[in-house]
């Protein structure tokens, strides 16, 4: 539930003016509003009216917000926009540096940084003069060899970035790449430095040079590349870890070289959705437009167990393969029966070669599978690692390349009793 702030309006207040503002705050934060939306806004307020704050925050809302992941960034402006006196302070003190203690303080909700970004603007917050009494000491800081901006975004969580972090964190998750090493196969090709020799081969040369064997022809094993099948997770508590995921995905998808078969892409929250063809659309603001047009259940319920079903029964077959690796990105928390969940995720390892989970929880120190769905998807996985940041990703590759890469499972397990 959102919510809503008092209106405490001046003497001579200047609504329009301010709407016009308000409106200009949300186009810096990425919301699609133009002047027609923000002259409808201004005549739909005045036929409203805004002696009721909730009737005045959903006037707003149906003017300017159009998706509904929108709605989290219009309630973060709406917030400070209107309600906090002090909203300039406010949001000097998610931007401005600071020193911690002991005590941490807590971190922006989602989208909160990036509305204090939009309001702030142009603008140029400066640190408040400080009184030069005598008892007060001056700390400085040599802030020379800290860590660079590229390095602190590769392990920001991507819950926390602002819009512009968001933007520069998907250029660099373009460029990350996802190998894998080939599969053994029992078809062989012709090789030079092969260990086996090609009798076949041997025999087809010989007869050309009257029966005799000037040389022998080599084999080798043919590689054999596995399929990619992604399980992603797109509900409303996986929304812009979703997001950026994808953003890899297609990077992977349209690499060449990179190994892969074929990548298989699906969303679920309430029904599984085929996004496969959109991720193969080069540019990748179009194709992920599209696979969100097609997914109708984004920042939805979930049903995992239901939509794991829909996998099995429906695409296994056709995707899986023999080799096919399988990463389910989900946060685990699930409302159905959880035995059937982890009958479904038992069917799944078993068609797969490998199941990697990957859940933007292990994010916390002190995460423990304490959800049931959580813990009835743990014992049916092969790997169990974070997806909250591009080192996350990054990692993801190192645990592919080694079969034996279990991540935290052990350890989860082990708190399950199960270990």
Known sequence: MVELP????????????????????LRKAGLPIGPGRVIDAIRAVEAVGFSEKRDFYWTLHA??????????????????????????????????????????????????????????????????????????????????RTQSSDERLRTLDFEQMSTEEIARAKRMIARLSLPVTPLPSRRAMASTSGARIDVRRTLRQSMRQGGEIHRLALKRPRPRWPNLIVLCD???????????????????????????????????????????????????????????????????????GQCLRAFNRDWSRRVMGQGAIVLLITDGLERDDPEALAAECERLQLSARRVIWL?????????????????????????????????????????????????????????????
């Open 63 to 144: 003017c300017f917000v159009t998706r509904h992941e929108q709605s989290q960034v219009f309630a973060q402006i709406f917030r400070l926009f209107w309600r906090d006196p002090r909203y300039m302070e406010h949001m000097m003190s998610l931007l401005l540096p600071a020193v911690r203690g002991a005590q941490e303080d807590r971190a922006a909700e989602a989208a909160q940084k990036r509305a204090a970004e939009a309001l702030l603007d142009g603008a140029n917050p400066k640190v408040p003069p400080r009184d030069d009494s005598p008892e007060e000491v001056e700390i400085e800081i040599d802030a020379a």
């Open 234 to 304: 797109i509900s409303g508590s996986m929304s812009q870890y979703s997001r950026m995921i994808l953003h890899f995905l297609h990077a992977v998808s349209n690499e060449k070289g990179a190994g892969w078969a074929k990548v298989h892409a699906f969303t679920f929250g309430t029904r599984l959705t085929n996004i496969t063809r959109h991720l193969r659309h080069r540019d990748v603001d179009a194709g992920l437009a599209a696979a969100g047009a097609e997914a109708q259940d984004w920042e939805g319920g979930t049903r995992i």
């Open 359 to 419: 859940n933007p929880l292990l994010r916390w120190d002190g995460f423990a599978p304490k959800a049931r769905g959580i813990a009835a998807i743990l014992p049916h996985v092969d790997s169990f690692r974070a997806s909250h940041s591009i080192q996350s990703l990054e990692d993801l590759g190192a645990a592919l390349s080694q079969p034996d890469d279990g991540g935290e499972k052990q350890r989860m397990l082990r708190l399950l009793g199960k270990g």
């Open 6 to 25: 008092t209106l405490d309006l001046p003497d001579h207040p200047r609504l329009a003016q301010n709407i016009t503002h308000f409106a200009r705050a």
